[in-house]
C-alpha cells in the first residue's frame, strides 16, 4: 500500500482541535497530523487546500436490508453509499429478516461484509430472535463479533429492561434502545398536526418521552444505556437532567430532526414519513441546541431504505423510514456548521469521536498519529442540490433538491481511497 499525503487542508480533531497543514497516512494509519510534511518518494498526493479534513465518520444507526430486502439495500451498497457520504464506519441494525439474532448469522453476514469498502459492524438482538420475549446471548454474541445490542424498530420490553442492561454491561457491549410505547402510537403516521392537516392518523408525542423516562430511570438504576433518534424537546430535556445527576445514559439525534419539522410535510408525500415523526418548529429548535450544549451525544443517519413501490402508497400504507448515508455531512455542515450552531470541532466530536467511544472502537475518531487513516475530505465551498438518484439502491429521501454544501471530496478508509467526489 503506497503512503497517501493529504496537504494543504484544514484540519480538524475532536481533541487536538484545528490547524492548517498536511496528513500522511502509511501502513492504514496516520503516521503525521499537521506541519509541512515532504511526499515520501511513491506517496499519492492530494492537495484539498480550502478543503476541510476529518476522521472518518461513523454512522452507528444504519439499516442495510440485508437479510430480506436485499431490493432495497444490501451490505455492499449501504457500505458504497456509506463511503460517497464521508462515511468510513458503519454499525447496522439487526432488525432484518431473519433478525440477526444468533451467533452463526452473525457471523456469516460479518464475513460477507468483509469485502466492503468501509468498517461494517453489527448490531445483534437484544432479545432472543427480537421476540421481546427473552434475553438474547450477550457473552456469545460479542464472541461472534457483535458490537451493541438493540431491537431497533421495536422498543426493548419493559420488564426484561433492567435484565438486558446489566446482561449487555456485563459483556461489555452497549445496549441501544428505540423508546417508543407502541400502545401509545397506535396506527399513527405522523405528527399531530400535520396529521391534521392532511387527514392522517397521528402519533403522539408521549409515545417518545415516557418511553425516554423509562428507559432513564432504568439506566439510573442499573447501568448504562444509548437512546436513539431522540426528536422532541422532551426527550432531550429529559436527557440533559439525567447526565447533570450523573446518570450513565447517552443519546443520539439525526438530521432530519434538526433540519425540518413537521411543517415541511406538505401533501401526502411518503418521503416525509419516518419513526419517530418529525416533529414541531419548536422541538426541532431544542434538538438544535442539544447539539450545541453536549446533551446530544452523537447524529447518526438511522439510514432506512425502501423501495420506490413501497413508498408510493403515502403515509397511510408506506413504511417509516428514509435514507441519510449520502446526506448526513452536508447536512450537518449546512445546517450545523455554516450556520454557527456548533463549530467543526464539535461537528468531529458528534460524528467521529463519540460513536467511536461508544462502540469502542479505540483507533477511529481521531486524526492523532497511531490512530487508524480514516478520513473525510469535505469541501464546503461547493454548493450542490441532493440528486433524485444515490449510490443507495433506494431513493426514498425528503431531501431531494435541496441545495448543500460540505460534500465529501475524497473518503479514506484503512489508507485506500474509496471515493472522490467529482
Do not use: Y
Given at each position: 500500500?503506497?503512503?497517501?499525503?493529504?496537504?494543504?487542508?484544514?484540519?480538524?480533531?475532536?481533541?487536538?482541535?484545528?490547524?492548517?497543514?498536511?496528513?500522511?497516512?502509511?501502513?492504514?494509519?496516520?503516521?503525521?497530523?499537521?506541519?509541512?510534511?515532504?511526499?515520501?518518494?511513491?506517496?499519492?498526493?492530494?492537495?484539498?487546500?480550502g478543503l476541510w479534513v476529518f476522521p472518518g465518520f461513523i454512522d452507528a444507526h444504519v439499516h442495510a436490508r440485508e437479510p430480506g430486502c436485499e431490493e432495497a439495500e444490501t451490505i455492499a451498497s449501504a457500505a458504497a453509499a456509506a463511503a460517497a457520504g464521508g462515511i468510513t464506519s458503519v454499525l447496522l441494525m439487526p432488525?432484518?429478516?431473519?433478525?440477526?439474532?444468533?451467533?452463526?448469522l452473525l457471523r456469516r453476514y460479518r464475513a460477507r461484509a468483509a469485502a466492503a469498502p468501509v468498517n461494517v459492524y453489527f448490531s445483534?438482538?437484544?432479545?432472543?430472535?427480537?421476540?421481546?420475549?427473552?434475553?438474547?446471548?450477550?457473552?456469545?454474541?460479542?464472541?461472534?463479533?457483535?458490537?451493541?445490542?438493540?431491537?431497533?424498530?421495536?422498543?426493548?420490553?419493559?420488564?426484561?429492561?433492567?435484565?438486558?442492561?446489566?446482561?449487555?454491561?456485563?459483556?461489555?457491549?452497549?445496549?441501544?434502545?428505540?423508546?417508543?410505547?407502541?400502545?401509545?402510537t397506535g396506527p399513527g403516521v405522523c405528527h399531530p398536526r400535520a396529521a391534521a392537516r392532511l387527514g392522517l392518523r397521528p402519533i403522539s408525542d408521549r409515545s417518545e418521552w415516557l418511553a425516554v423516562l423509562r428507559d432513564i430511570f432504568a439506566a439510573a438504576g442499573c447501568g448504562p444505556l444509548h437512546l436513539q433518534h431522540l426528536s422532541l424537546a422532551a426527550s432531550v430535556a429529559a436527557l440533559k437532567a439525567a447526565k447533570a445527576a450523573g446518570w450513565p445514559v447517552t443519546g443520539e439525534t439525526c438530521p432530519h430532526y434538526f433540519t425540518l419539522s413537521e411543517r415541511d410535510i406538505r401533501q401526502d408525500d411518503a418521503a416525509f414519513k419516518m419513526k419517530p415523526p418529525l416533529r414541531s418548529a419548536a422541538d426541532?429548535?431544542?434538538?438544535?441546541?442539544?447539539?450545541?450544549?453536549?446533551?446530544?451525544?452523537?447524529?447518526a443517519s438511522d439510514h432506512a431504505p425502501h423501495t420506490a413501490a413501497r413508498k408510493a402508497g403515502g403515509f397511510k400504507t408506506a413504511p417509516f423510514g428514509i435514507i441519510g448515508l449520502e446526506t448526513l455531512?452536508?447536512?450537518?455542515?449546512?445546517?450545523?456548521?455554516?450556520?454557527?450552531?456548533i463549530t467543526r470541532r464539535r461537528l468531529a466530536q458528534l460524528?467521529?469521536?463519540?460513536?467511536?467511544?461508544?462502540?469502542?472502537?479505540?483507533?477511529?475518531?481521531?486524526?492523532?498519529?497511531?490512530?487508524?487513516?480514516?478520513?473525510?475530505?469535505?469541501?464546503?465551498?461547493?454548493?450542490?442540490?441532493?440528486?433524485?438518484?444515490?449510490?443507495?439502491?433506494?431513493?426514498?429521501?425528503?431531501?431531494?433538491?435541496?441545495?448543500?454544501?460540505?460534500?465529501?471530496?475524497?473518503?479514506?478508509?484503512?489508507?485506500?481511497?474509496?471515493?472522490?467526489?467529482?
Open positions: 500500500m503506497p503512503d497517501l499525503l493529504i496537504k494543504n487542508g484544514l484540519l480538524v480533531d475532536p481533541v487536538l482541535g484545528e490547524r492548517r497543514g498536511d496528513l500522511l497516512l502509511r501502513r492504514g494509519r496516520i503516521a503525521r497530523c499537521g506541519g509541512r510534511v515532504a511526499a515520501p518518494r511513491g506517496a499519492e498526493v492530494f492537495d484539498v487546500s432488525n432484518t429478516s431473519p433478525a440477526l439474532a444468533s451467533p452463526a445483534a438482538a437484544a432479545t432472543a430472535g427480537r421476540q421481546g420475549r427473552a434475553p438474547s446471548s450477550a457473552a456469545a454474541l460479542k464472541k461472534a463479533g457483535a458490537r451493541a445490542l438493540t431491537d431497533d424498530g421495536s422498543a426493548l420490553p419493559h420488564r426484561l429492561l433492567p435484565e438486558l442492561i446489566r446482561l449487555a454491561r456485563r459483556a461489555g457491549l452497549p445496549l441501544l434502545d428505540h423508546p417508543e410505547d407502541f400502545s401509545l426541532r429548535l431544542a434538538v438544535l441546541s442539544a447539539l450545541a450544549d453536549g446533551t446530544v451525544d452523537l447524529i455531512a452536508p447536512l450537518c455542515v449546512t445546517e450545523l456548521v455554516l450556520k454557527k450552531v460524528l467521529c469521536a463519540n460513536p467511536a467511544r461508544l462502540l469502542s472502537l479505540k483507533n477511529k475518531g481521531s486524526l492523532r498519529p497511531g490512530s487508524d487513516a480514516d478520513v473525510a475530505v469535505l469541501d464546503p465551498r461547493r454548493a450542490r442540490r441532493v440528486p433524485e438518484v444515490f449510490v443507495s439502491r433506494s431513493r426514498n429521501s425528503p431531501f431531494t433538491g435541496r441545495l448543500l454544501r460540505g460534500w465529501p471530496a475524497l473518503t479514506v478508509v484503512r489508507g485506500r481511497v474509496v471515493f472522490r467526489g467529482a
